[in-house]
């Protein structure tokens, strides 16, 4: 899923099509252009888009989105990956595994980190838990050993305007579950306890933070995409920034409707 980056997407996607036979992608897509961008991948890839509000996770956290897209699913193993990730090395054993009665998750690596992404498997046994950092929860059947190993790429930073907007929403819904997850342990889900330590102890920042940002927050809330948009023009309105960088960000203005 995702609101922009559809540009390194189309790199998500092309990796994931060598052993997926179906992409389901969650739409919350911020600006039209990036919309027709995403539509038109359907001729490259067997791309299923579903439409969610721009605000969905900010509201219902990462893992509701993460269970609806699987409920889509034409099969039961499923895969995820953010946008921008790729699979770097297929170990080529998903097709041996997957089909294996005595395993419903699987894991996947990364060469810098040496955390394992258990981001594969069966979604009659696994549902996603957690409004913040999802996690797989339920009966694990675990494969020992990793399927392939993942990369980052870079995220789309050639339009500073369209930067801006994608941060502010991320750290308003970072913000937002940080303090959710403070006054609501349980929405903590499987994830790991300490993160609760960490907003816990960040929490006053957490809050004055969405409190600064009055207007983006409430029109984040009442799911006013126009409201949000102008509120992020204004907030870097008020931030100081080199000549190129404003001449950049002035060309912007038709996304405002200018």
Aim: charged share 30%; aromatic share 14%.
């Amino acid at each position: 899923m995702g609101a922009g980056n559809v540009r390194v997407l189309y790199k998500t996607l092309e990796s994931l099509s060598t052993v997926c036979d179906e992409i389901i992608y969650g739409d919350m897509l911020l600006f039209e252009d990036d919309r027709e961008i995403l539509e038109s991948y359907k001729r490259f890839f067997n791309l299923k888009i579903i439409k969610y509000d721009f605000n969905f996770i900010f509201k219902n956290g990462f893992s509701a989105i993460l269970n609806s897209l699987a409920d889509h699913a034409k099969n039961n193993i499923t895969l995820y990956l953010n946008t921008s990730e790729i699979i770097e090395e297929d170990y080529g054993i998903i097709d041996a595994v997957v089909n294996n009665p005595e395993c419903n998750s699987f894991y996947f690596v990364h060469k810098i980190d040496p955390h394992r992404w258990y981001r594969m498997g069966d979604r009659r046994d696994l549902k996603w838990s957690g409004i913040l950092h999802e996690q797989l929860s339920g009966e694990y059947k675990p494969y020992r050993k990793p399927v392939f190993c993942m990369a980052d790429l870079p995220k789309d930073s050639d339009n500073p305007f369209k930067s801006n907007v994608f941060d502010c929403l991320k750290e308003c819904i970072y913000f937002e579950q940080y303090v959710r997850i403070v006054d609501a342990p349980s929405l903590l889900g499987e994830t790991d306890h300490g993160w609760l330590d960490f907003a816990k102890k960040d929490y006053d920042s957490f809050k004055r933070r969405l409190e600064d940002r009055k207007e983006m927050y409430g029109s984040l809330k009442k799911g006013d995409w126009e409201g949000f948009k102008k509120s992020c023009w204004d907030l870097k309105a008020n931030m100081s920034f080199n000549s190129s960088q404003a001449i950049e960000y002035q060309n912007n203005e038709k996304y405002l409707g200018k």
